[in-house]
């Protein structure tokens, strides 16, 4: 054999031809040259490094193309904690998806259709916020929780003090520190108590002419136990009220009432009918909607919020103002149904899906068994409260070509196993579920085990 024969780089396609492969055509269509192209030049790299037949480069692209134009996988949140921070908290009641799906084009969002003219944005999801709250005189809508505090300091304390509750200076995640984000506005913090310990003296004793507002924050994502403290909102509102000192409730989690199954998580008519002036919490929390920071409270503190050229920045677009009015008024959100499903339910569930691992014809090394678990309501939600849960459990070499398999599905590894836990599995997931652990048997049974892959 010649050399020219045996060197892959001599039968290297070239780009341009690949992609006028007609069985791309369908794919360039779709998602677009761009991404298409991108992955010919992989695989004709893989074929210079003689990785790849040249024979095999529109195979391999086709194998390759991702979901959909944006390569953002959809996940089976099989982790049991319901609001998880890295697989996007909240998942979308099927009435929001289509109601973004509606509101994706060009919109009424801001526009009366019946005059012709522009009219207060995103008015439908601000009535169907401010139905749910009665208590509250005005409602908001920004960005997400920490934009709803940076408006209220801002508008409130830039320049002067906010006092809060050396008990209450909560880091929330991936390094983001509330004091810190309040300092950022420009207003100064003023600490008051001590970490397991504040008395309603303290706030009085720390409040002047100087303050700005007074902070309550939730501790949502943690729990201080033993000789600890705190001042609850009712008792703190009648005294800064006679001082005429704002009081601002950063409740995290955006329950908007009571809910029976979370005794101890704050919701905002409770905070508002004990007198706090605002309350501020997330979209993607435990109401279930988009990432949004919804601001409750009084019509005329509301108002100045609003009209602060801020407001303006931290601005919601029409796809969050879609999905949050469709969650307010359309069908039970999938996180609360989530918190609401029976564990007997879970356990039946999880029964079905072993079953159907073992009937695929599992090694008997991986039969699946189904054991009870506690999930979590997660994302600064009810850091105390256990979900009774069931699990189907596997080895945990399983974990990775799960996640990377499609469906995708995140478990939790735990004591060396791998727990599918249905607590956080929406219903309607359990046959993609069943397919993800389907193709991964038919793949054990084909050899390499998951482990090697
Ligand atoms: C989650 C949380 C925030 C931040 O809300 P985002 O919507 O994530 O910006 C602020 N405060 C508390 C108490 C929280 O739990």
């Known amino acids: 054999m010649s050399t020219a024969a045996t060197d892959p780089r001599r039968s290297v396609p070239r780009t341009d031809a690949v992609l006028a492969d007609p069985r791309l055509e369908a794919a360039v269509a779709e998602l677009g040259p761009r991404i298409v192209k991108e992955l010919v030049v992989a695989a004709l790299g893989r074929v210079r490094g003689a990785e790849l037949p040249a024979g095999q480069v ?157 902070l309550k924050v939730h501790p949502s994502n943690f729990v201080v136990r033993g000789f600890t403290a705190s001042v609850p909102v009712a008792d703190l509102a009648p005294v800064l009220r006679e001082r005429g000192v704002p009081l601002v409730a950063d409740l995290g989690s955006g329950l908007l009432r009571r809910h029976p199954l979370l005794p101890d998580e704050p919701d905002a008519a409770t905070a508002l009918r004990a007198g706090a002036d605002l309350v501020t919490g997330s979209g993607d929390k435990l109401l279930g909607g988009p990432q949004a920071g919804l601001m409750l409270g009084g019509a005329e503190l509301v108002e100045r919020l609003r009209r602060h050229p801020l407001a303006r920045a931290l601005r919601v677009d029409k796809l969050t103002l879609a999905a949050l009015e469709a969650t307010l008024r359309g069908p039970v959100a999938p996180v609360v149904r989530a918190l609401e499903v029976d564990a007997d339910e879970l356990r039946a569930r999880a029964e079905r899906i072993a079953q159907s691992v073992r009937d695929s014809g599992c090694e008997p090394a991986v039969v699946p068994v189904v054991v009870p678990s506690a999930g979590a309501v997660g994302a600064g939600g009810a850091p105390e409260q256990p979900l009774p849960s069931w699990a189907v459990q596997l080895p945990s070499r399983w974990a990775r070509p799960l996640r990377e398999g499609t469906p995708s599905v995140v478990g939790r590894v735990e004591r060396g196993a791998l727990l599918l836990d249905l607590r956080s599995v929406q219903p309607e997931q359990d046959a993609a579920l069943i397919r993800a652990l389907g193709s991964l048997v038919t793949a054990s049974a084909d050899s390499p085990p998951p482990a090697a892959r």
């Not at 208590?135 to 006092?163: C, D, F, K, Q, S």
């Open 58 to 214: 529109v195979p391999a692209v086709l194998e390759a193309l991702p979901h959909n134009a944006s390569g953002m996988v959809p996940v089976i949140n099989a982790t049991g904690v319901l609001l998880h921070t890295n697989l996007g908290r909240a998942a979308l009641s099927d009435a929001a998806v289509a109601s973004v799906v509606a509101a994706s084009g060009t919109t009424d969002v801001e526009f009366d259709r019946a005059t012709g003219t522009r009219a207060r944005r995103g008015r439908g999801a601000l009535a169907a916020l401010a139905q749910a709250v009665p208590e509250a005189g005005g409602v908001h809508v920004v960005n997400n929780g920490a934009a709803a505090l940076v408006l209220a300091a801002t508008v409130l304390a830039a320049g002067r003090e906010i006092v809060v509750s050396r008990g209450e200076m909560v880091e929330i995640g991936d390094g983001f520190r509330l004091p810190d984000l309040l300092a950022s506005t420009g207003a100064r913090l003023r600490e008051v108590g001590t970490t397991n310990r504040t008395a309603l003296a303290d706030y009085v004793d720390a409040v002047g002419a100087d303050t700005g507002l007074v």
